[in-house]
């Protein structure tokens, strides 16, 4: 019996594999167009060290810990025009410095790249026209009743998730950078028009600084949430996962993840790019996601690692911001005060490293509105004395730290749990309506305590 083919099954096939072939075009076309990391330090739009951008003030100093384990980046015009991006990540274990140098290169190309597929309608996703919507506006959430309804919610939410996981995944399996037991914090935003999006894990921070309803005060706001194991939902997860949660004797304050059969590696975070010895232990990638309209009050953002926040507050750090005498050097002011803090507050402590980015929402570096242009553009290739050389995949690796951890002996440190005893294992009660942001908790100390000792009973069992 012969084979029928009807000829509305061939037109059929015949438009199915136009499709294919015009769907392999678009991502061939994609590929041409992605910014590859190579061409990223010539981007004059991009500023990854100490200095000033059309928008933003950067400034990152070294601790007295070793070498600087902080990044930051301001790309501005990205994805299009009049579109910002800003990140800061706080790297720790011994090739932390590295982990958070990879992920500012690389985290804001995967979203770049997301974000672009999509607008194309790879793999059947639509609607992203709105990224590139009438150049410096905005899209109007006002017609949802709920910002979480709109689409542009829910694709950008959808973007930071993907790129985070794709970011860590591929930290995994990367062939010369071990993150074992080293990993990064992350706080990544996004400001296009008058919306703000923003992903983050970690305990790195933003803080609005917004004009008071009179006029006559600044306000802070903060804007993310530290997400640290003392958090009742992460601590939840962490014991759910078989991972321990609690904290030393000597440091009552600080709770820490350990692996379930060793007292290491003590990480003061509940969610981190890389740190795979306590990935299946409830330690997660997977970034916090928030939405904010801002408002004509609302002046600057400034995003920082912990080595600010563990000693100002964040009324203190809008108060210094907003009473810097040049936009331009706000960062830099900033950091200086945040040291002197640590001179005083903590005399025997070793200072942390400290990054920040102040991000004048009004597009204006200068309260002036005296920008030298030829300033901005060299912005880029400028670096700070005090900020170290930085190294791409393709050169020598840097040495390993010796420091970034006090090293305990398992015999020498007492632990203290914070929980009642047997209930380490069990998960946790918790109240849905409680408010926990750990605003102003001062911590002084190292993101781990030290290096897990795996043997092959304890692999195995």
Known sequence: MGACVSCCRLGMFKR??????????????????????????SLPNRIFSNGKSLTSSLFTQQGRKGINQDAMVVWEDFISE??????????????GHLVARKVRDALPLKLLSY??????????????????????????????????????????????????????KELRSHP????????STAITLVKQGSNLFMG?????????????????SMVAVQLTVDLKPDLPKEAERIRRCKGRVFALQDEPEVQRVWLPFDDAPGLAMARAF????????????????????LTERDQFIVLASDGIWDVLSNKEVVEIVSSSPARSSAAQMLVDA???????????????????????????????MEVDESDISSATNQNHASCPTELNDTQDPEPFLQRNFTVRSGDGSKLFSG???????????????QDWSGLEGVTRVNSLVQLPRFTDEKLNS
């Open 200 to 216: 983050y894990i970690g305990d790195s921070r933003a803080v609005l600084g917004s004009k008071s309803e009179d006029g006559d």
């Open 176 to 183: 010369s950078l071990d993150c074992f037991c080293s990993g």
């Open 338 to 368: 945040a040291v002197r803090e640590w001179k005083l507050k903590y005399p025997t402590s070793k200072t942390d490293d400290c990054a920040v980015i102040c991000f004048y929402l009004d597009g204006k570096m200068d309260s002036e």
């Open 274 to 293: 890389g740190d795979f010895c306590l990935k299946d232990y409830g330690v997660i990638s997977v970034p916090e996601f928030s939405h904010r309209v």
């Open 82 to 95: 009049g579109t910002v991006l800003c990140g800061v990540f706080d790297g720790h274990g011994p090739q």
């Open 115 to 168: 974000v672009q597929s999509c607008e194309a309608g790879v793999d059947g996703l639509a609607g992203w026209s709105c990224f590139k919507r009438k150049g410096r506006g905005s899209f109007d959430l006002e017609e949802f009743p709920s910002a979480t309804e709109s689409p542009m919610f829910s694709l950008w939410r959808e973007a930071f998730i993907r790129s985070y996981k794709t970011m860590d």
């Open 419 to 433: 929980v009642p005893p047997g209930s380490e294992g069990s998960s946790c009660t918790v109240a849905e309506d």
């Open 16 to 41: 199915r594999k136009r499709k294919m072939g015009d769907k392999r075009m678009i991502i061939s076309s994609l590929q041409k167009e992605t910014i590859t990391l190579q061409q990223l330090p």
